[in-house]
């Protein structure tokens, strides 16, 4: 094979291969929840494909070490088997998750798909690179231009592709683009059947990708979302992708991020599917909250609650996914989170944003996360803790998401002097301050969102709210008691990242919902 | 018991101790790289998350991080094979050296990432990119040149390229397969950021040790 066809057929193993990875990581994370493993366990198995690929090919240019049309057969069927097989375990493994859905066991399937095209390295090696003394420096070119098709793949595709298009388009161009590649080592093998039969497998493989993307990649999502409670009954009402991961919205208004449970569109009392009480309580907690912080946008449905709060003059809202903001003009409960004046939303990291704005102070900051996803540390470890601490004014209280985490409740009452856990929310802050049921009730009988009253005007008897509140107030933990519940747990730091390797479900809660 | 004649018993003893020898040679630098391949993943999963945890997840930092750590690979593939063919160099001390920098480097660099990451608190796009380059600018480009140095080493007298580089390369992703899954499975849990990279960091020099020793002992190539 000619130099360049070598370097161009490295370049392009590299792209589609780091492509692949990518593809292949949104579904298992997805399957996951996001489980902070599910990148390590990917690579791994992908790691090992490549091994056992590059071992095979090293065998085969031992045993035939002159053989070199053979060699360019072996590449060509490697690479079209790579990229049909690469295409379809994505489908794949979405239905085999709705049989037995353990997203950790389907990883093996990558191991052959990888193996294929970790073949194609070596021989590329083989057949474009001479056994002389400036081996090295050809090894080291034909590496360099396969380390620069896998950033083109990993920025090009992660970065870009996936911002634009569906995974199942993304999917089918990573597929044409490594068929395409197996062209240059086709052309070159010698006239005869076995060049003319090559050629029809990869219009066959073409075929397969431009055909089978709509029917194969159909309830994707759903598969991978619901396992084995899926039923073809049962879609999404609505799917945003982008580069910064897949939102998926049910007919019944519950939101997934990445698979993982994000709320739901309620911002009422009374049927209190999404337990905003948990919001309320949080507000009542200061005597007067007028500039609020919320980290995590999710369905706006908090956003909206606490941007009603009769005394808040400016929220501030961090969200790392800009598709949220798609959601808003389809939900009436918050699509007036759009237009509301006091409302200002800032597309980011929320660790990042808090470093980047050091003088910022809020009298409330709420934190909505999960303890166990990936990167949750960052918003939960002591050290986050003190970041998110110097931007409280004086008085103020953090009130964040533990999730139900006994380490992370532990981590916060620690590093606070005064913390209340309301149901699986804490509230933390360096001044006193205290949960009153009477002040919550008198600012739930104030609350007007969007110019309806929370507690009609004709509704004397709320009997119900007061029902709740007195449950509500069975949920409550003092500091005490949680540093002696938890007694015998280390706290979460930057460095041992908390819960995220040690407690994520295999199977994402409330999958069922 | 070394030879002290030159008939044809003794000629035929020192094939076979050669052949032994190369196997063993060989045995030993696959089993190195290997192991530098375990070492690789921990540094590449610990360093990452160090990174994101100062520049954020969001996806552009995310790109940015792992393009930073790709430019460097690629440029110490292009600086290994430029070495490899420079006389007087020889790959396998080269190779010594070179793990011994990448573990030297391992021990500090949790320390300098989160140094670069408090000078850089504000950076932005290509200023992130330009500190996580940085950060891991020097043990990237020691790791990409380990696979093309080792190459000429095994390419020279087997004459045989892609047996060579697919072994090599399959050995060392081998390592790095199961450095993941130990990773994801058990050391992140157990050591956290800092052990991991320590217990990188003590491969690597258990690493360059073995392969030093091995070229002080054994001269011939």
């Given at each position: 094979m000619r130099r360049s066809a070598s370097l161009l057929v490295a370049f392009l193993a590299g792209f589609v291969a780091l492509s692949y990875e990518i593809l292949w990581f949104r579904v298992f994370a997805f399957a996951s929840g996001g489980a902070a493993p599910t990148f390590a366990l990917l690579l791994g198995a992908y790691l090992l494909g490549l091994a056992w690929g590059s071992r095979l090919a090293a065998r085969i240019c031992a045993r035939m070490p002159e053989q070199v049309a053979r060699h360019r057969a072996f590449l060509v069927d490697y690479l079209l088997l790579a990229n049909v097989l690469g295409f379809l375990l994505i489908p794949a493994v979405a239905r085999l998750m709705t049989i037995f859905p353990y997203w950790n066991v389907w990883l093996c399937l990558v191991i052959p798909v990888t193996a294929l095209l970790g073949a194609v390295y070596p021989l590329v090696n083989h057949l474009g690179v001479p056994a002389d003394a400036r081996v090295g420096r050809h090894v080291g070119h034909l590496y360099f231009v396969n380390i620069l098709g896998s950033t083109v793949g990993s920025v090009g595709t992660g970065f870009y592709l996936l911002d634009r298009w569906s995974l199942s388009q993304v999917a089918m161009v990573i597929a044409f683009t490594g068929i395409a590649s197996a062209m240059l080592p086709?052309?070159?093998?010698?006239?005869?059947?076995?060049?003319?039969?090559?050629?029809?497998?990869?219009?066959?493989?073409i075929s397969v990708a431009l055909f089978g993307a709509r029917p194969l990649f159909v309830h994707l999502y759903e598969r991978l979302q619901y396992q084995t409670y899926y039923t073809p009954t049962r879609v999404f009402v609505q799917t945003i992708e982008n580069r910064a991961g897949v939102i998926n919205v049910t007919a019944g208004g519950v939101v997934y991020g990445?698979?993982?449970?994000?709320?739901?569109?309620?911002?009422?009392?009374?049927?209190?599917?999404?337990?905003?009480?948990?919001?309320?309580?949080?507000?009542?907690?200061?005597?007067?909250?007028?500039?609020?912080?919320?980290?995590?946008?999710?369905?706006?449905s908090w956003a909206q609650i606490i941007s009603h709060h009769p005394q808040i003059e400016a929220l501030t809202v961090v969200e790392i996914n800009r598709g949220y903001l798609r959601l808003f003009p389809s939900h009436p409960s918050?699509?007036?989170?759009?237009?509301?004046?006091?409302?200002?939303?800032?597309?980011?990291?929320?660790?990042?944003?808090?470093?980047?704005?050091?003088?910022?102070?809020?009298?409330?900051?709420?934190?909505?996360?999960?303890?166990?996803?990936?990167?949750?540390?960052?918003?939960?470890?002591?050290?986050?803790?003190?970041?998110?601490?110097?931007?409280?004014?004086?008085?103020?209280?953090?009130?964040?998401?533990?999730?139900?985490?006994?380490?992370?409740?532990?981590?916060?009452?620690?590093?606070?002097?005064?913390?209340?856990?309301?149901?699986?929310?804490?509230?933390?802050?360096d001044a006193p301050f205290v949960y009153r049921s009477q002040a919550l009730l008198r600012l739930i009988e104030s609350y007007r969102i969007d110019e309806v009253p929370q507690i009609a005007p004709d509704e004397s008897n709320h009997s119900w709210l007061l029902k709740r509140i007195a449950r509500l107030q069975e949920q409550i933990e003092a500091r005490k008691e949680i540093l002696s519940r938890t007694a015998d747990l280390d706290i979460v730091t930057d460095d041992n990242m908390g819960t995220e390797w040690t407690e994520y479900p295999l199977w994402p809660p409330l999958a069922a919902n | 018991m070394p030879s002290l004649g030159v008939n044809l018993d003794t000629v035929a003893i020192g094939e076979a101790d050669i052949a032994r020898s190369g196997r063993?040679?060989?045995?030993?630098?696959?089993?190195?790289?290997?192991?530098?391949?375990?070492?690789?993943?921990?540094?590449?999963?610990?360093?990452?998350?160090?990174?994101?945890?100062?520049?954020?997840?969001?996806?552009?930092?995310?790109?940015?991080?792992?393009?930073?750590?790709?430019?460097?690979?690629?440029?110490?593939?292009?600086?290994?094979?430029?070495?490899?063919?420079?006389?007087?160099?020889?790959?396998?001390?080269?190779?010594?050296?070179?793990?011994?920098?990448?573990?030297?480097?391992?021990?500090?660099?949790?320390g300098l990432m989160r140094w670069i990451g408090l000078k850089t608190v504000t950076a932005t796009g290509f200023q992130i990119w330009g500190a996580s380059f940085l950060s891991v600018l020097l043990p990237t480009l020691l790791m990409g040149a380990t696979l093309p140095l080792l190459s000429a080493y095994f390419v020279r007298p087997s004459k045989n390229v892609g047996a060579s580089v697919g072994d090599l390369y399959s050995a060392n992703t081998l390592g790095s397969a199961l450095g993941a899954v130990a990773a994801g499975q058990v050391l992140l849990a157990r050591l956290g950021e800092t052990g991991a990279v320590r217990l990188a960091a003590v491969i690597n020099i258990v690493v360059a040790a073995c392969i030093l020793a091995r070229q002080a002992l054994e001269p011939r190539r």
């Open positions: 086709l052309a070159s093998l010698p006239r005869g059947r076995g060049r003319v039969f090559r050629a029809a497998l990869a219009i066959a493989a990445g698979g993982l449970y994000d709320g739901q569109f309620n911002t009422g009392l009374k049927n209190d599917k999404n337990d905003v009480i948990r919001t309320y309580a949080g507000l009542s907690l200061h005597p007067a909250p007028r500039d609020v912080l919320l980290v995590g946008l999710s369905t706006g918050s699509r007036s989170l759009l237009t509301n004046p006091k409302v200002r939303i800032e597309i980011d990291d929320g660790r990042r944003w808090l470093v980047r704005n050091p003088n910022r102070r809020f009298d409330l900051v709420m934190v909505h996360i999960w303890h166990w996803p990936a990167n949750a540390t960052n918003l939960l470890s002591r050290e986050a803790l003190d970041i998110l601490r110097a931007h409280l004014k004086p008085g103020g209280i953090l009130y964040y998401s533990t999730t139900g985490s006994a380490r992370v409740q532990r981590t916060g009452a620690l590093s606070f002097p005064h913390a209340l856990r309301i149901m699986n929310w804490l509230a933390v802050s | 063993l040679d060989r045995m030993l630098v696959m089993s190195a790289f290997f192991f530098s391949g375990v070492a690789a993943i921990l540094y590449q999963i610990v360093w990452q998350r160090a990174l994101f945890t100062i520049f954020g997840t969001a996806s552009e930092s995310v790109a940015l991080v792992v393009t930073a750590f790709m430019l460097g690979l690629g440029l110490g593939s292009l600086a290994g094979g430029a070495l490899s063919i420079r006389a007087g160099v020889k790959p396998l001390l080269a190779f010594g050296l070179i793990e011994a920098g990448i573990g030297l480097f391992g021990f500090v660099s949790l």
